[in-house]
């Protein structure tokens, strides 16, 4: 059963720093991975979508990268802002479960 | 293009009553979905579709039935509402089973008393 981890799962910066969030995935045989952002109260935004094939993607100051082998991904912020706060999720597509996996979520606070 | 509809946001039921969650997509696609989020538990997957008439099960699907009679709807039917089955529901859609960007409705909160 493929399972995700999201490593913290809590992180508070000061406005400005860079940053990375982690994901961890258990099955590597996946079609594609994407991140999503989540503000309390409301649904999920699709924020960048890796396939299974590709090893990055970057969507102005955020940079997703995905080493399939090793099951793992990173979402990397630069130049945080206040308004970056939110909780970000990582779901793998593939890996022998039907929809997406998703891990719990990295909260993240950003401090003005 | 609307994206994904979810209707109602926000249901209050008592223990036994049902109730239908609505799901609507403009964007043609062939994949619908509906998720649970719970906290701790994170997103679960309760059942999907790969087209129209073709429903499936997922992690979490008992006490749950959906329909597909159209490309564009896909309704999540709750039999006899529980208590367990509070929680807040999303509906998502992709072009396809495994392939493109998985797009989110605004979800749906629901109180079982």
């Known amino acids: 059963k493929q399972e995700v981890t999201q490593i913290p799962a809590a992180l508070s910066v000061p406005e400005g720093e860079n940053l990375v969030l982690n994901c961890s995935f258990t099955d590597s045989a996946i079609y594609n991975l994407q991140w999503f952002r989540q503000d309390p109260g409301k649904g999920l935004t699709s924020l960048l979508l890796i396939q299974s094939s590709q090893r990055e993607q970057t969507s102005g100051r955020l940079n997703a990268s995905l080493d399939k082998s090793s099951g793992r991904s990173t979402l990397y912020i630069a130049a945080s802002q206040p308004g970056d706060s939110a909780t970000y999720l990582c779901a793998v597509s593939g890996g022998g479960a039907d929809g997406l996996t998703f891990g719990k979520g990295t909260h993240l606070i950003i401090q003005p | 293009n609307a994206g994904v509809t979810q209707t109602p946001k926000f249901q209050v039921l008592k223990t036994g009553q049902s109730m239908t969650l609505q799901c609507a997509q403009d964007m043609n696609h062939e994949y619908m979905s509906w998720y649970r989020q719970d906290p701790g538990m994170g997103l679960r997957l309760i059942h999907y579709s790969v087209g129209a008439g073709i429903t499936d099960q997922g992690e979490v699907p008992n006490g749950y039935n959906v329909s597909r009679s159209t490309t564009e709807d896909f309704p999540l039917r709750l039999l006899s509402a529980a208590p367990s089955q509070t929680s807040v529901y999303f509906c998502?859609?992709?072009?396809?089973?495994?392939?493109?960007?998985?797009?989110f409705g605004e979800g749906s909160r629901l109180t079982v008393l």
């Open positions: 998502a859609s992709r072009i396809d089973r495994g392939h493109g960007e998985l797009f």
